[in-house]
């Protein structure tokens, strides 16, 4: 399906979610100087103006970047470090501006890094293409990006992370995904790979959790934030989550004060929550 458009929804409290978790996984990646690859299945624009008629039609960015950006000082420094991400594009101030996955691990890649991009919609491509397709290291196609795993992993360096966040609009995608992670587990067992996915009432999405974990035999984290209550017909992104497998021993830690934090930040009523854990790693 390609009707989704993530400009309508940048910035949100997912996508805060996602790049603090995507930030710390590259900065650990990172401490080793030999290169690795960074593969992101659903690339999407890469960059999204958040004063754009697409942004501004419900304004999620408003209940998610937003927040937290006039914050300063005693930040968890998770969070810190991916607002420092978002600020490179904003350098006057002005929030307007708002890093996909793409650009944010483009900002962290070092020259012997690789990163490649994957995002079919005919739209989005072209966009990316003039953000990205001229930078050394970085490799993009107009591509089904569950198909395209199967060519990255493993690569040269035997390093890689993988970030599969697709749209989940149709119930099929639930499935892709387990598929896709067995896929790439099976070709190159220590990979990273970081699975989003949205708290909805969608049936696939009850059991996608338990499935990512049972794929994952030497260790995996999982954190959720749930912040913004449904609306009347039980419809709405009430929260998501992120599965890592195959986690750095620190990050459990580094999301340990981050995410209560970030739940009582961007909390839309009084229930909001979180939850983290963790098992072997």
């Given at each position: 399906?390609?009707?989704?458009?993530?400009?309508?929804?940048?910035?949100?409290?997912?996508?805060?979610?996602?790049?603090?978790?995507?930030?710390?996984?590259?900065?650990h990646?990172?401490?080793?100087?030999?290169?690795?690859?960074?593969?992101?299945?659903?690339?999407?624009?890469?960059?999204?103006?958040?004063?754009?008629?697409?942004?501004?039609?419900?304004?999620?960015?408003?209940?998610?970047?937003?927040?937290?950006?006039?914050?300063?000082?005693?930040?968890?420094?998770?969070?810190?470090?991916?607002?420092?991400?978002?600020?490179?594009?904003?350098?006057?101030?002005?929030?307007?501006?708002?890093?996909?996955?793409?650009?944010?691990?483009?900002?962290?890649?070092?020259?012997?890094?690789?990163?490649?991009?994957?995002?079919?919609?005919?739209?989005?491509?072209?966009?990316?293409?003039?953000?990205?397709?001229?930078?050394?290291?970085?490799?993009?196609?107009?591509?089904?990006?569950?198909?395209?795993?199967?060519?990255?992993?493993?690569?040269?360096?035997?390093?890689?992370?993988?970030?599969?966040d697709?749209s989940?609009?149709?119930?099929?995608?639930?499935?892709?995904?387990?598929?896709?992670?067995?896929?790439?587990?099976?070709?190159?067992?220590?990979?990273?790979?970081?699975?989003?996915?949205?708290?909805?009432?969608?049936?696939?999405?009850?059991?996608?959790?338990?499935?990512?974990?049972?794929?994952?035999?030497?260790?995996?984290?999982?954190?959720?934030?749930?912040?913004?209550?449904?609306?009347?017909?039980?419809?709405?992104?009430?929260?998501?989550?992120?599965?890592?497998?195959?986690?750095?021993?620190?990050l459990?830690?580094?999301?340990?004060?981050?995410?209560?934090?970030?739940?009582?930040v961007?909390?839309?009523?009084?229930?909001?929550?979180?939850?983290?854990?963790?098992?072997?790693?």
């Amino acid at each position: 399906m390609l009707a989704y458009r993530h400009a309508f929804h940048a910035g949100n409290h997912a996508d805060v979610l996602k790049h603090v978790v995507l930030v710390q996984l590259m900065r650990h990646m990172a401490l080793k100087d030999k290169g690795y690859r960074i593969v992101d299945t659903h690339a999407g624009a890469g960059q999204y103006t958040l004063d754009s008629p697409q942004a501004m039609k419900k304004g999620e960015y408003l209940q998610g970047i937003a927040r937290l950006w006039a914050l300063d000082g005693n930040l968890p420094p998770p969070v810190a470090d991916y607002l420092q991400q978002v600020r490179q594009l904003n350098p006057d101030g002005v929030l307007r501006l708002y890093p996909g996955s793409p650009l944010m691990a483009r900002q962290l890649l070092r020259p012997q890094d690789q990163l490649r991009l994957f995002e079919l919609h005919p739209s989005e491509t072209p966009t990316l293409q003039a953000l990205l397709g001229h930078v050394k290291g970085v490799e993009l196609r107009q591509a089904d990006g569950f198909a395209a795993l199967k060519s990255q992993l493993p690569p040269p360096t035997r390093r890689a992370l993988v970030l599969i966040d697709p749209s989940y609009e149709g119930h099929a995608d639930y499935g892709r995904v387990l598929d896709a992670v067995g896929d790439g587990l099976r070709r190159f067992a220590q990979a990273v790979l970081m699975v989003w996915y949205p708290v909805v009432t969608k049936p696939g999405a009850a059991v996608l959790v338990q499935g990512l974990k049972a794929l994952a035999p030497q260790g995996w984290l999982h954190a959720r934030l749930d912040v913004q209550q449904p609306d009347a017909q039980g419809f709405g992104l009430a929260g998501s989550g992120v599965v890592v497998i195959n986690p750095p021993h620190t990050l459990h830690g580094q999301l340990r004060d981050a995410l209560p934090w970030l739940s009582r930040v961007l909390a839309q009523h009084a229930g909001a929550s979180h939850r983290l854990e963790q098992r072997g790693a």
